[in-house]
């Protein structure tokens, strides 16, 4: 049963896009809906699966030039929308390809997979829908 308190929190308007995000400043080439993780101090770039396992994923980017020039609100827990052609209750993973997502079951058959010797699995988040994704990231990271 909810608390009352619970059902307060619901009826905030803007609960469910603070709750589970931060801001940071971004490098050059982050998009919205871009798997980030943290390259210098209080600064964010696209995250692969490529990269240093030491530097995990920190979430996904939802809004660029947010609070101010330059800054980005990253979502590391919560939904992000937007997204296309996600598979509903799938499972999606860090991909080889800067920023991006991959199903966690797409295997080696996929070339945006992570699947070389260096390279390291990430859960991102599982797909509410085509379009969204509910990002739970996982800052574990399983190397190949």
């Known amino acids: ?11 905030q308007g803007n609960a469910d896009d603070i709750i ?17 993780f943290v390259s210098a101090a209080d600064t964010v770039d696209q995250a ?3 990269g240093d396992s030491e530097k995990p994923s920190i979430g996904v980017v939802v809004s660029l030039d947010d609070p101010s020039p330059g800054q980005c609100i990253v979502r590391s827990q919560g939904f992000v929308t937007g997204f296309v052609g996600l598979t509903a ?4 993973i ?19 997979y992570p699947q ?23 800052p574990t990271t399983f190397e190949i």
């Open 20 to 36: 589970g995000t931060s801001i940071w400043t971004y490098a050059v080439g982050v998009a919205i809906r871009d798997a980030v």
């Open 94 to 112: 860090l991909s080889r390809v800067a920023g991006e997502i991959i199903a966690s079951d797409a295997g080696p058959g996929d070339p945006d």
């Open 1 to 11: 049963m909810a608390s009352i308190g619970d059902v307060l929190l619901r009826t």
């Open 48 to 50: 692969t699966a490529t």
């Open 116 to 138: 070389n010797p260096g390279e390291f699995k990430q859960s991102i988040g599982v797909a509410r829908s085509a379009t969204v994704l509910m990002v739970l990231v996982d």
């Open 89 to 92: 209750g799938k499972t999606y």
